[in-house]
Nanobody, 124 residues
Framework: QVQLVESGGGLVQPGGSLRLSCAAS????????MGWFRQAPGKEREFVAA????????SYVDSVKGRFTISRDNAKNTGYLQMNSLKPEDTAVYYC?????????????????WGQGTQVTVSS
């Protein structure tokens, strides 16, 4: 099982930026698709972004396109989510996850390994 640890969350004003990191315990991380999901209070967990094993293919939910960028550094077993132009509706717990596939997938059930989550709050 790949253990994942997120970091980088916090409180930010609308229009601000945050960079989330996801550190993986296993080198096998580099062979698999990584995704970011988020869950706001009272809502279901939703897909945010995903990146394939090489970093060459990405996918985003429409609401974050042009504002968020997913990336990975396989040499460091770490993934990232750069979040710019943050809005109050981006407030949620953000989770990283690994899907044991080489293609980009967007559904929760495709992801086997999950981190514990990091809180992102966008408020003035």
């Amino acid at each position: 099982q790949v253990q994942l640890v997120e970091s980088g969350g916090g409180l930010v004003q609308p229009g601000g930026s945050l960079r989330l990191s996801c550190a993986a315990s296993e080198r096998t991380f580099r062979f698999y698709t990584m995704g970011w999901f988020r869950q706001a209070p009272g809502k279901e967990r939703e897909f945010v972004a995903a990146i394939n094993w090489s970093g060459g293919i990405t996918s985003y939910v429409d609401s974050v396109k042009g504002r968020f960028t997913i990336s990975r550094d396989n040499a460091k077993n770490t993934g990232y989510l750069q979040m710019n132009s943050l809005k109050p509706e981006d407030t949620a717990v953000y989770y990283c996850a690994v899907a044991r596939t080489t293609v980009v997938v967007r559904t929760n059930s495709e992801y086997r390994d999950w981190g514990q989550g990091t809180q992102v709050t966008v408020s003035s």
